[in-house]
């Protein structure tokens, strides 16, 4: 009876953090629209490319999606990988990023540190690839460090915010993030989501962890 019960209230979390996701995204794309406009015309006239940028990265249960988010490196920015030196190489294998990324435009610094630049995922949650709060969402490489916890991991959507980002977000180690992802997965409710929304906040305001 109980792990009925357990199964209903989990279906019925879903249902209602569907709905407000929809909901609260749609607003949140024709409330800020014009500050989207501003962005993009500022990312063009800083550097030359496209105002988004488009990764592949891994959802629900393994299913692959298009992450939005606005361009913060040059146009070449994956090929640069090859030039790195030896450490920016050992920390980009640890952690998939890097303290002080030599491939990140002006405006990007800005956008990074003020957490503007995830504004677009707005529109991956509208379609139903993300949620406003999960675990981040991966790429196939980050997976790896999750082994036999991976298809956990998965259960759920991945987040526009989450444990592990308000929890440190780039000063964690790689481990400990996938630790904090998993403490998430394991203790999802809606007054877990509700904390981590106002922590995400205060959390933007201090510019914690942003880089």
């Known amino acids: 009876m109980n792990k009925d019960k357990e199964r209903c209230s989990i279906v019925v979390y879903k249902i209602v953090k569907g709905i407000v996701d929809l909901l609260c995204s749609l607003i949140g794309i024709v409330i800020l629209f014009p500050l989207f406009l501003i962005i993009s015309i500022l990312i063009k006239a800083s550097s030359k490319g496209p105002v988004f940028f488009v990764q592949e990265r891994i959802g629900i249960n393994g299913r692959k999606f298009k992450l939005y988010k606005f361009r913060t490196m040059v146009n070449n920015a994956e090929d640069l990988i090859a030039s790195f030196t030896p450490e920016q190489k050992k920390e980009w294998k640890e952690n998939f990023k890097l303290v002080d990324d030599p491939r990140i435009t002006k405006i990007g610094k800005f956008l990074r ?79 877990l989501d509700i904390v981590i929304i106002f922590r995400t906040i205060g959390a933007i305001i201090k510019k914690d962890g942003a880089r």
């Not at 991945?158 to 790689?174: E, F, I």
């Open 113 to 191: 540190k003020t957490s503007l630049d995830e504004l677009p995922q707005l529109i991956n949650i509208f379609k139903g690839d993300m949620s406003f709060v999960g675990p981040r969402p991966i790429i196939d490489e980050e997976l790896l460090w999750y082994g036999d916890q991976k298809e956990k991991l998965l259960t759920l959507k991945p987040g526009l915010t989450g444990w592990w980002a308000v929890n440190g977000r780039s000063n964690v180690p790689y481990p400990e993030r996938c630790d904090l992802e998993l403490y998430y997965v394991d203790h999802f409710s809606l007054y």
